[in-house]
């Protein structure tokens, strides 16, 4: 098969290795890509919210097979508009279309779908600014921390936690009313705060079945001991030495289940993965929200974690035949370490040279903020490189990815030191 994956992180990277190495993959091409996927395969330069210019490409390139990394192109109706054309209705899709999406580009959405199909999550009501004043009642109806959260996509930073009901009540004027986040906080969703231990889900499905990926759990604070700002992801670790085979149990037959049945019941077709942010208070999951991709920096870790055949994973998804496939893990433990630039969540450089990949071993280099130019590597992006090791043990993952973090060097390299430490 001739494939195209869109995207341009590590997640992307690990993707395009996995796929890269299956029989079934004549040629790969990666939009845009980056210094890491280039390596797996061909990079283009074309936006992967460039409908037109993808499929385009997709024609001219007799592709057979399209991955979607990243959500917002899934938000955006790409797989509506591959499934609507005549020269691209056969072109295998790996992704949902506009109303799968809304699982995670409208919280509004996926917070009343959970509610239809008695999916637990926290207690919540959605607001505008016409019922602004309901909402600062609702919110003098709850007790702190306040958890506020944008309707739409917000590159990640929608959700506002709120210790006072001060700054709550502001918060919440301030995103329906004010320009807080744009058209992504015209609604929001006022939740109950829960307090447990965060892990991630991922299944790939057909929208029949579905098989569950390895579970991981991503460390999102810049700071050690889960301090300072919110990020993208820190660092990853798979499996969760917590999520025991009854809390899996508990979580395939309250969450996996009724949301697949959920989506077919509503009509809504769904082949494509679905990532659960989950928060578990004591034995009990509850979601947090929906994604409708794998995650990053969770998708490093967990793909080193899957010993079949990825690129037939998605192909047989594709086909509605994912019944047919085989998922072979590995027991072993997988860390991912995010290097990032100085500075990062907030104001960084970048474009500094990046040293000593060469030294790395005994792990994978997927890099992100990564590119090439003229021979050298530099740094191009927040997030730099997700240093990713495998072993039998947490502690030995841990510590020959710590091995490798401290070897490959750029100025202002900043990471966590504790990536696993909470589990040991
Ligand atoms: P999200 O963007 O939905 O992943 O939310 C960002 C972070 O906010 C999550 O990773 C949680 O740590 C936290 N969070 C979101 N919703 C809740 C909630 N209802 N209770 C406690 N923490 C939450
Ligand atoms: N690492 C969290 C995410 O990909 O959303």
Redesign the pocket.
Known sequence: MNILLLGAGGREHAMAWKISLSPLCNKLFIAPGNAGTALCGENVAISPNDHKAIGRFAVEHAINMVVVGPEEPLVKSLGDFFASRKELEDILFMGPGSAGAQLEGSKAFAKSFMQRHNIPT?AYKAFTCDTLKDGLAFIDSLMPPY?L?ADGLAA?K??V?CSTKEEAESTLNDMLCGAMFGEASRTVVI?????GR?MSVFVATDGNTYRILPAAKDY?RVGEKDTGA?TGGMGSISPVPFASHQLMNRIEQRIILPTIDGLKSEGIPYCGFIFF?L?VVGQEPYV??YNVRLGDPEAEAILSRVDSDFAELIQLCCQGRLHEYTLKLSARYAVSVMLTSGGYPDEFDKGFEIFHTERASACRLFYAGAKEKDGKLLTNGGRVIAVTSVAATLEDAMALAYDNARIIDFKGKYYRRDIGKDLL
Do not use: S
């Open positions: 926290a958890v959260k990640g929608g959700v936690i939740e109950e705060f829960l307090k965060e999102k919110n942010g928060m947090i929200e």
